[in-house]
């Protein structure tokens, strides 16, 4: 009688995975992992300066918009503890995604989910700072909140066509 097909051999640390899914989900979780390190990684300079990015924002939605005049974010230091809490969060959801997905594998059990949930979570919060940022600024939300009366108003697309 043959070992059960996923039980350790003597002197391994981790059980050899001798199914193809678990192979290709492993190999899939990792390939999504390399890219939530790389995306973190390459956010870094973005959330470090966060005034600027946002400022880059208001800039292109203002080329974009006719009639917009708000270019620049006024806030550096609220800029600033937006930029430094959304790195925080994604390196630790980063961690504990690395780590729940590694104690998976490990089990032998799917874990191509756990990167995808991480890179939701990641998502949705720093959505809702950088969110939060731009609403502290009074004068960008009158002005959106003028243009779009203009906009309703006029009849006028509220996308900018693309040529």
Excluded: H, K
């Excluded at 973190?40 to 203002?62: G, K, R």
């Excluded at 504990?96 to 997905?101: D, L, P």
């Amino acid at each position: 009688m043959s070992a059960p097909q996923n039980t350790p051999t003597p002197g391994s640390r981790t059980p050899i995975v001798r199914d193809p899914a678990l192979r290709m989900d492993r190999f899939v979780t990792w390939v999504f992992i390399g890219f939530a390190v790389i995306t973190v990684m390459s956010s870094i300079s973005q959330y470090t300066n966060m005034e600027q990015y946002l400022s880059e924002f208001y800039q292109q939605f203002a080329a974009l918009q006719p009639g917009f005049t708000v270019a620049r974010y006024p806030d550096a230091d609220l800029a600033r503890v937006i930029g430094l809490s959304v790195m925080t969060i994604d390196a630790a959801l980063l961690g504990f995604t690395v780590w729940w997905s590694v104690t998976r594998m490990n089990a032998n059990r799917r874990a191509v989910w756990v990167p995808v949930v991480g890179w939701l979570l990641s998502t949705v919060t720093s959505t809702i700072l950088v969110a939060y940022a731009i609403s502290q600024d009074q004068a960008f939300v009158t002005e959106l909140t003028m243009w779009m009366q203009r906009v309703s108003e006029s009849g006028l697309p509220t996308i900018a066509p693309a040529n």
